[in-house]
């Protein structure tokens, strides 16, 4: 197995404010597995943790607009054939094995309403301010495999980006509290290299003729 780091082609500088982002995130609430293990969370704390998380994603965002931009995008995926409806398999997930979790990066946000922090549904048995914060353990989990190796997810993304290229505007949306967490000057140089490096495809010229 190679030990050699997977290319990037976003600026040294931008992806050192990833990782300085990162360590941060690891200073205030741990490890993902860390957070899984104790997920039951006041409702001020999951909100913070909240904050970070959808912080980390739309840097990370930023930063894969840049790589999708000299990526060569994913190839589309085939349709599949309607097969008879089977029951599904449990899969166990334990908390003190983040890298067996099943855990998805969202590459683009829903373009259907503004950025919000999510919030999971009341669970019987569960007081009301306190929060089951397992669902974002896997969201910190996400976070770090892209860190680790953002190639695949910035060649899906260049796939989705030529498809649809109105896709980037709800990339680069931000929020105050984004701003806030990220810092003003790494969001703003993010976002601006971000805008940079991807182009829109040209639209085609009508022959009037």
């Known amino acids: 197995m190679s030990d050699t780091p997977p290319p990037r082609h976003a600026p040294r500088a931008l992806w050192l404010i990833a990782q300085a982002f990162m360590q941060a995130l690891y200073a205030l609430f741990g490890n ?6 104790a997920p039951h969370r006041q409702a001020r704390a999951y909100k ?14 930023r930063l894969l607009m840049i790589e999708a931009a000299a990526a060569t995008p994913a190839p589309p995926r085939k349709p599949r054939a309607k097969r008879a409806a089977r029951v599904r398999a449990r899969v166990a997930c ?7 979790w099943r855990v998805s990066f969202r590459a683009v946000p829903s373009q ?39 190639g ?20 680069l949306r ?16 993010l976002t601006k290299a971000a805008k940079s490096a991807w182009r829109p495809p040209p639209r085609p010229v009508l022959d009037s003729s």
């Open 32 to 37: 993902p597995e860390d957070i899984a293990q």
């Open 48 to 61: 913070q943790l909240a904050t970070w998380i959808a912080a980390g994603e739309a840097l990370l965002r």
């Open 94 to 100: 334990f908390p003190d094995q983040p890298q067996a």
């Open 112 to 150: 259907h309403r503004p950025l919000r922090l999510w919030r999971p549904k009341k669970r019987l048995f569960t007081p009301r301010h306190i929060v089951d914060a397992w669902p974002l353990a896997l969201r910190y989990e996400a976070l770090i495999r892209v860190c680790n190796n953002p």
């Open 152 to 171: 695949p997810y910035a060649a899906r993304l260049a796939r989705r980006l030529r498809a649809a290229p109105r896709r980037a505007r709800a990339i």
């Open 174 to 189: 931000a929020s105050a509290a984004i701003t806030a967490t990220v810092g003003r000057d790494a969001l703003h140089e």
